[in-house]
């Protein structure tokens, strides 16, 4: 049974930075594009973050020049380094990962709290 579990979540002020992980447990990971979800409160769930299984990024416009995304095969995880937080960043973040040749394959993590208070 393939599982992703996320850490690092949490409440920091404005300016602050966090580092969330994602790490799948039951199926190869590195064979998987790997994308960080987040759904703010009466908003859509919206992609932040991917890379693809050759390391190939993409984010978000808010988020370009903040957040960065990057992957460890070795420790089958994805990260999510968030620096200059504000408050438009809190939300529930979802680690995600699908196959890179069956779409279909896709799997989520439970979802983790990230919160910028002052």
């Known amino acids: 049974q393939v599982q992703l579990a996320e850490f690092g979540g949490g409440t920091v002020q404005p300016g602050e930075w966090l580092r969330l992980s994602c790490v799948m447990s039951g199926s190869s990971f590195p064979a998987y594009i790997m994308n960080w979800y987040r759904q703010a409160p009466g908003k859509q769930r919206e992609v932040v973050a991917t890379?693809?299984?050759?390391?190939?990024?993409s984010y978000l416009d808010s988020v370009k020049g903040r957040f960065t995304i990057f992957r460890d095969n070795f420790k089958n995880t994805v990260y999510l380094q968030m620096n200059n937080l504000n408050v438009e960043d809190t939300a529930v973040y979802y680690c995600?990962?699908?196959?890179?040749?069956?779409?279909?394959?896709?799997?989520w993590g439970e979802g983790i709290q990230v919160t910028i208070a002052s």
């Open positions: 995600n990962g699908r196959h890179w040749n069956r779409p279909s394959v896709d799997y």
């Open positions: 890379i693809t299984n050759d390391r190939s990024t």
